[in-house]
Antibody
Framework: QVQLQQSGPGLVMPSQTLSLTCVIS??????????WNWIRQSPTSGLEWLGR?????????DYAVSVKSRIVINPDTSKNQVTLHLNSVTPEDTAMYYC??????????????????WGQGTMVTVSS | IQLTQSPSFLSASVGDRVTITCRAS??????LAWYQQKPGKAPQLLIY???TLQSGVPSRFSGSGSGTDFTLTISSLQPEDFATYYC?????????FGQGTRLDIK
């Protein structure tokens, strides 16, 4: 079955870069149907979608406007993983971060898209 | 697209039938999913395409709606159903979630 294993530091200094890795097993980062997302959750902001990367003949990225100037999500086909980099972090970036697959149950019907596989989550605290 | 869930908190007993509502700020067809989250765990997909049950999800869960108004119904609450529930739209980016409905034991 598909699993997502996250890793990365739990503490990041303000103004530094938050970097997390998500290793994919049971699926391919280059799948023509899946997209690989990062979502965070905090008591103040709830569940917040940050961005995604996906392959459809070429690589694509989409990012939330709120973090667009600070975020990069990269696929690594050699290791079948995706990485999140969020720079210039502040305490407001403190949250639980999730790597999440979105995948349509029916490849011909986009309404069946959903976040069906979630990583275990990484709690990241931004503090000096 | 903003999603507003109601109620934000719900207290119910085992065996009760409960309904949670999700309203979208504009029409989203049936591009809506529901998730359940238990403390310390990642959210889990319950329903996609507004009304289709994810594989392995008990049939006491059901979803309905299209356009701007959606509901999640649990027909007979079980002890393991006490959790927080979120709706989420896939109609347009950025993807957004509702604020959540916390379901507690009465």
């Amino acid at each position: 079955q598909v699993q997502l294993q996250q890793s990365g530091p739990g503490l990041v200094m303000p103004s530094q870069t938050l970097s997390l890795t998500c290793v994919i097993s049971g699926d391919s980062v280059s799948s023509n149907y899946a997209a690989w997302n990062w979502i965070r959750q905090s008591p103040t902001s709830g569940l917040e979608w940050l961005g995604r990367t996906y392959y459809r003949s070429r690589w694509h990225n989409d990012y939330a406007v709120s973090v667009k100037s600070r975020i990069v999500i990269n696929p690594d086909t050699s290791k079948n993983q995706v990485t999140l980099h969020l720079n210039s972090v502040t305490p407001e970036d403190t949250a639980m971060y999730y790597c999440v697959r979105d995948h349509p149950a029916d490849h011909s019907d986009s309404t069946t898209d959903a976040f069906d596989i979630w990583g275990q989550g990484t709690m990241v605290t931004v503090s000096s | 697209i903003q999603l507003t869930q109601s109620p934000s908190f719900l207290s119910a007993s085992v065996g009760d039938r409960v309904t949670i509502t999700c309203r979208a700020s504009q029409g989203i067809s049936t591009y809506l999913a529901w998730y359940q989250q238990k403390p310390g765990k990642a959210p889990q997909l319950l329903i996609y395409a507004a009304s289709t049950l994810q594989s392995g999800v008990p049939s006491r869960f059901s979803g309905s709606g299209s356009g701007t108004d959606f509901t999640l119904t649990i027909s007979s609450l079980q002890p393991e159903d006490f959790a927080t529930y979120y709706c989420q739209q896939f109609n347009s980016y950025p993807i957004t979630f509702g604020q959540g409905t916390r379901l507690d034991i009465k």
